[in-house]
Nanobody, 119 residues
Framework: VQLVESGGGLVQTGGSLRLSCAAS????????MGWLRQAPGKEREFVAS????????FYADFVEGRFTISRDNAKNTVYLQINNLKPEDAAVYYC?????????????WGPGTQVTVSS
């Protein structure tokens, strides 16, 4: 599985972004997918995950209803909609195959996309 994230950028506090992750795999619909993030000097942390059908989603507590994970199996793509961005959301965001609430639950990873939030 090869994963490539896109959609990151510089956004003002309170703004929104939609991250995308394109997967190069024939059986994308067989994989649960997740988003994780890593801020400078911090550990990589779980953000959200979605089951292979998209029927169930899971979020970290800090999301507080601001993030939405979704997937389009016909396009081999998983998305992360981020609303009401806060400065503490600034990080490199990664998508990965797997499910769970720790970084160790996911492999492989994409190269990441940078999200920067200005105050």
């Amino acid at each position: 599985v090869q994963l490539v994230e896109s959609g990151g950028g510089l956004v003002q506090t309170g703004g929104s972004l939609r991250l995308s992750c394109a997967a190069s795999v024939r059986t994308f619909s067989a994989y649960a997918m997740g988003w994780l993030r890593q801020a400078p000097g911090k550990e990589r942390e779980f953000v959200a995950s979605i089951t292979w059908t998209g029927g169930s989603t899971f979020y970290a507590d800090f999301v507080e209803g601001r993030f939405t994970i979704s997937r389009d199996n016909a396009k081999n793509t998983v998305y992360l909609q981020i609303n009401n961005l806060k400065p503490e959301d600034a990080a490199v965001y990664y998508c990965a195959t797997g499910i769970g609430d720790t970084a160790e639950d996911y492999d492989p990873w994409g190269p990441g996309t940078q999200v920067t939030v200005s105050s």
